[in-house]
């Protein structure tokens, strides 16, 4: 996401209103040559906000008679975003929203998030997921690309087609550049091509083939019609280092902020976050910011096996070559980093300026998920969550007691700890047996309580990791002497058919 580089000649030499009067009559005669609604995949940034004035102007041009579809402009907040950017795209949509009533236009901003069991926190803190690596990148299609196309299907499902409306260019990089040069060749109808991973969905991108410059020349000399700053956009521009927009993810192709300036500030896709140390290297005020650098900087650990399970999620044992591949994190891991979260947030209502004083790092609907996780699922029925929060910000949990039929005390656990005599693989596994009991306890048939025993015992199997990694690489070594004599074995049994009797 660059700022103008140059002093550009742009649009090879035609003016400014040629290439905008060009741009917005061909918008005008898309938009009412059919019944099928606009989508516009707005992320804040230039090329989005680009392509959302060029249809604005188009449509103010238009009779109101003839504004007859709507055109949804969505913005996808993973809830983890760069807090400036965030608060950017929040104010322009609601802006934009009371603008388009004003002139009377079918514009209707949306906020889309992700579902709360989809959301970053969620996966790493309650369910344990690692941070995000390129191998391993579970977070773009559950925070990006599920909202966004939910949101396009259900418009599908009503209208039976839709028409995104994307600020996607030729010159943001070869990959895209080749992309685009595909679908074009299949384009269904003039400028429109077909979305290959959202049926009955077409595309279409007005500025594919205007430059970096040829962007920001449009912006700074063509008012913003929602009454937004342009001039406010470039200088949060300045404030960081040069890098490519953030756009809106539909699909696993499209870059996924792991290159950009402006995406979220726990990604640990890239080295470092580049714009947001230039946001508080730049701007003093912009200090309060150093607590989420710092915690996405302890997630972005090149060898973190010292904080996850040797086992997998399900309790298996995973080896590639002859080496454990570790799981999720561990309970000490899960909670560290909500001790951190909830530090972070608690200093930056409390030191920040009074725009972040109610900043939320991660939501109360976050909270209860994870909790009900840890509870539930991992069977850490001590229910830490409130005792947690309660520490690190002075506050009483307002969730609701559990079940005290699922849950231990802390004079309990601490008996069960002490028999265990410091064994916390044999305490893990023990405690995993009696939330299991505790479980099927109220249940008025009991239906499968010896096969839920079955798997925690076999999850609790080992004496520790040293004793699970020789018991895998003996697993393993069976199998490849097995996979040795098979043939053999096969070859005999061929041998004895050929020698029997017709």
Known sequence: ???????????????????V?????????????????????????????????????????????????????????T????????????????????????????????????????????????????????KFRWCTERMKIKPSNSFIRRIVRQHGEAIMVLGIRKQESQARARAMAKHEKRRVRDRLSPNGNLPNSLVYSPIEDWSNDEVWTFLMQQANPWGYSNKDL???????????????????????????????????????DKSMAAMIQNDEEKEWMRPLLDLRN??????????????????????????????PYTQQSRETWLRDLLEAQTWVRANGP???????????????EIR?????????????????????????????????????????????????EGDELLFSTARELLAVERRFRTMTRRSGLFEELEKSVKRGFFQDKEDAHAWALKKKQLREEIAEYLPLIEDSKDEENADAPA
């Not at 996401?1 to 290439?19: C, H, I, N, Q, Y």
């Not at 650990?301 to 309790?315: E, N, T």
């Not at 009074?354 to 609907?365: C, D, F, K, N, P």
Request: net charge negative.
């Open 1 to 19: 996401m660059s700022t103008p580089t140059r002093r550009a000649a742009p649009f090879e030499g035609s003016s400014l209103d040629a290439v």
């Open 234 to 272: 470039l200088t949060m521009y300045q404030g960081a280092s040069a890098d490519s927009e953030c756009p809106l993810v539909v699909d696993s192709s499209t870059p996924s902020c792991g290159d950009s300036r402006f995406g979220c500030w726990t990604c640990t896709l890239v080295e470092q």
């Open 298 to 327: 302890k997630l972005d650990v090149s060898d973190d096996s010292h904080l996850r399970d040797f086992r997998k999620m399900k309790g298996n044992i995973q080896l590639f070559g002859d080496r454990i591949v570790h799981g």
């Open 79 to 134: 809830l983890v975003e760069n807090p400036i950017v965030a608060s950017w795209v929040s104010q322009s949509l609601e802006t934009m929203r009371l603008a388009a009533e004003e002139q009377a236009l079918p514009i209707e901003p949306n906020r889309l998030t992700p579902a709360t069991k989809d959301t970053f926190w969620v996966n790493l803190i309650g369910r344990g997921y690692p941070a995000p690596r390129p």
């Open 21 to 77: 009067a060009e741009l917005t009559e061909e918008v005008r005669e898309l938009y009412t040559a059919d019944e099928v609604p606009w989508v516009i995949g707005y992320s804040g940034g230039k090329d989005s906000t680009a392509i959302l004035q060029l249809v604005w102007l188009a449509l103010k041009e238009l009779p109101v008679e003839q504004r007859k579809k709507t055109v949804y402009v969505i913005s996808t907040d």
């Open 354 to 368: 009074e725009e972040v004083r109610s900043l939320e790092l991660i939501t109360m609907a976050e909270l209860h």
């Open 372 to 420: 009900q996780l840890w509870v539930f699922e991992k069977h850490e029925v001590e229910d830490s969550l409130p005792r947690i929060y309660k520490e690190k910000t002075g506050e009483d949990f307002p969730g609701r007691p559990l079940d005290e039929h699922l849950t231990l005390g802390a004079d309990e656990i601490d008996l069960l700890r002490e028999a265990c």
